[in-house]
């Protein structure tokens, strides 16, 4: 593999609109991604506009289409899994042994779930249970519905969505970590709250029947929406030695820069705003960051020369 100009690690929405950002403005670029956005559990994916519903895996596929119609980029499948250099050279090598030298590098690796710790919960993550009502809420709107979740967060997600069902009730799977006032509230709201662990959640075909606790309560519902815990989707930002927030996110200034030189993220790995259209939108604006900076150096290797 020859040189690029930037090297894009992850081909989600925000590395693969950066792409075409960046193929558009005349740089070579290298896509390498190794397939495992966090929607891949989805079978639909909501709220983009023209293209609402879109199979995560179709919405790939014609972004690849679309960028591909410039001669500008490459795309490996491959993961990539070391990264030496420095800005202006940095060289990349994936999995099974492909070497990238690229100027500059943007994570756009997204964010991956923790392993799912509640008993039969992966077996319907992405079918009936989800993490954000307004990419899934529509689909569960006035459904019957179990909250996972405690805390303040539970109380401001209860109010949240009151607005697409009132048929819900929380597990917090624990201590409630309410106050008095939050359990008086949710009581005057009609939201019953068990705190007892949850010992299975049981559904057929990936769609949740019941969640069943361990004092023996059963709850039957038609969704769940859950908080999941979540890492940076790859190890190699921290590796090279970008900052990176408790919560493992890439810390990036307002154009997307890390504190490594040359080195750049954007979309979920760099804001917690966890929508493939800000991803996207994430990925567009820091491209242009990006081909700002490889411009203004172009121009001034040039005025040294003359
Ligand atoms: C269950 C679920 C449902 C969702 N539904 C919606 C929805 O309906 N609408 C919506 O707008 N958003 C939805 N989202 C959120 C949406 O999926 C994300 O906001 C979006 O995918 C983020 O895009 P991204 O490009 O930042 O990361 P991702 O799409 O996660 O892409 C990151 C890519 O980087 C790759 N990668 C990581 N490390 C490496 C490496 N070292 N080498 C090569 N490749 C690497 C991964 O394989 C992956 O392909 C949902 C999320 C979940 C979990």
């Known amino acids: 593999m020859g040189n690029v100009d930037v090297a894009v690690i992850g081909g989600g929405p925000a590395g693969l609109n950066a792409a075409l950002m960046l193929v558009r403005a005349r740089k070579k670029v290298a896509v390498i991604d190794d397939s495992r956005p966090r929607n891949r559990v989805t079978r639909e994916a909501h709220g983009f ?7 995560p895996s179709e919405f ?9 119609a410039y001669p500008t980029v490459s795309f490996i499948e491959d993961t990539a899994v070391s990264i030496t250099g420095t800005d202006g050279n940095f ?12 100027a500059k590098i943007l994570f756009a690796v997204g964010m991956k779930d923790q392993p799912l710790s509640i008993n039969g919960l992966a077996e319907v993550y992405g079918k009936s249970a989800f993490v954000c009502p307004y ?8 459904k019957p519905l179990v909250i996972i979740n405690s805390g303040g967060e539970a109380m401001h997600f209860a109010k ?18 309410l106050t008095e006032e939050e359990r008086e509230e949710l009581k005057r709201h009609g939201v019953p709250v068990f705190e007892s662990p949850i010992q299975f959640i049981d559904s057929a075909d990936g769609m949740v029947r019941q969640v069943v606790l361990e004092d023996g309560t059963v709850i039957p519902c038609e969704g769940i929406f859950f908080k999941p815990e979540l890492v940076t989707g790859s190890d190699l930002p921290k590796a090279i030695g970008c900052e990176v927030s408790d919560s493992g996110m890439v810390v990036v200034d307002e154009f997307g820069k890390t504190n490594v030189p040359g080195v750049y993220s954007a979309g979920d790995s760099a804001s917690r705003r ?23 150096e172009a121009w001034g290797r040039r005025e040294e020369s003359l």
């Not at 014609?62 to 591909?68: D, G, L, V």
């Open 135 to 142: 990419c899934d809420g529509w689909e569960l709107r006035d």
């Open 91 to 102: 060289r990349i090598e994936t999995a099974r042994g492909q070497i990238v030298h690229s």
């Open 49 to 55: 506009l023209t293209r609402d519903g879109i199979s």
């Open 274 to 296: 966890y929508q493939a259209i800000s991803a996207a939108a994430l990925g567009a604006f820091t491209a242009a960051a990006m081909n700002n900076e490889l411009n203004m």
């Open 160 to 177: 949240l969505i009151s607005g697409w069902t009132d048929r819900f009730t929380f597990c917090t799977n624990g201590p409630d970590g």
């Open 60 to 68: 790939r596929r014609i972004a690849k289409e679309e960028i591909s």
